[in-house]
């Protein structure tokens, strides 16, 4: 590509050779990125087309190598039907119309539409639809939602602002997935709000496009700003954009880039989280210092910092299974599809409490006043080696989140409560749906294994020696 390179300089003295006029300051004929070329051509008329082609054919002279005339193709503007009729029958190459992809991203001289977007949501979709058939936890759903959605959103992100309408509509399908099923149009009524679901990054909770966008797009466009200031893309715009401006001061207004506009609102949005543009810019020089930009502060620079619930540090603890803390948290926020909410929600049944039958079933008396989920959490407790009486959910979160102690006790405590409160509404499921039962001996077995295997692979402060006592006790 070198060689390529070499024999496009050569254009500026072909015969009537003009620049494009975004293009003449920095002497811009054309760009290369992999096998793929874009040439820049200002005068409509066959003579420049002419010059072209000869380097094209120099080149293939040199290398062998020769243009597909049925995947190059040809973009006019402002072109006399008379001179493209012969450009196009002289070259055999294809004329098309915007919008193209470049690098997979759609390039559009207008703002983007759902229809430009269309293959983003479509390969979202098709792999929600996939996962439907799959028997998932709540838990193993999020996971999938920030490591593979999220990531097929990251590379779009990172170089276009999505519309409102694409990313509600996204959000929309992921909301769907985790809740119910894509395919179906019917209602979706989520358990607890999809935003408290992502309340925090260290539970791993799902994370809004529309302010993972938000934090991509400026990290990136700050990365290039920063970093990059000797790319073409920050030559050109140094001279057209910036002129004799900083980023800072320049106005959105005056900006004729569809792509300078959104950064640029980006900006003032940013300026607005931050307070004033002198924090804004001292945020910006501290990242410059770190060499490096931070995306998680970006994304809680838009999507705000929530101060956590006491009650909720047990389960954003790392030694709590994820899944396990989803079913706690719901539970908590009163959230698990129990009698009393499915009632609430327009379904008439008798409203009975499965694993007691003696009163009705509602996330309190799940948890812990049913004397079977009572007793059970009692026997949990005396494998710890506590004394005491069980008390209520959020009462025993909150006892856990301000005890003291050694760490691989508060980390055992942790790791027992949300594996209890997990096999309890297992269990009541299982009641119901398979019409089988276990015995309060064989779920606490089921929660020392778990729990045990869990602090095998943690495995900071606790010996194998204890580890056995812990199982066979």
Known sequence: MEVLTRIFKGLKKAPRFSFHPKCVKSDLTHLIFGLMTCLFLFEGTYLPVKAVKHCLNLFSSYSGLVPNPSKTNIY???????????????????????????????????????????????????????????????????????????????????????????????????????????????????LVGTKFVGLTRRWNGYKGSAHWNKALFITEMFWKLCYKNTSIWMQWSTRYIFKLQSFWDLDAVSCVSPLWAQILRIRDEFVLKMGSPGAARHCFHTWMVLNKFPLHEAYECFHGVHPEPIWMRPLLDPIVIPKHAFTATLAVQQGLATVDNICKRGMVLVNRCTLCYSATENTPHLFFVCPFSNGLMQEVLVWQGVTKRVLSLKHELYKLALCRGKLWKKKLAYCALAATIHHIWQERNIRIFNGARRTPAQILARIKYEVCVRFYAWNRGVDTDQLLSLLIG
Do not use: M
């Open 76 to 190: 006019f503007a402002g072109v006399r039907t008379d001179v493209k009729s012969l450009i196009l029958g002289d070259t055999g190459y294809v004329e098309d119309t915007f919008p193209f992809k470049y690098l997979g991203i759609p390039l559009h001289s207008s703002r983007l539409t759902r229809d430009l977007l269309q293959p983003l949501f479509a390969k979202i979709t098709s792999k929600l639809g996939h996962w439907t058939s799959l028997q998932l936890s709540y838990a193993g759903k999020v996971n999938l939602l920030n490591s593979v959605i999220l990531g097929i959103e990251a590379y779009w992100c990172a170089s276009l602002l999505l519309p409102k309408g694409v990313v509600k509509a996204l959000e929309t399908e992921c909301r769907k997935f985790l809740w119910g099923s894509p395919l179906t149009n019917s209602v979706c009524i989520s």
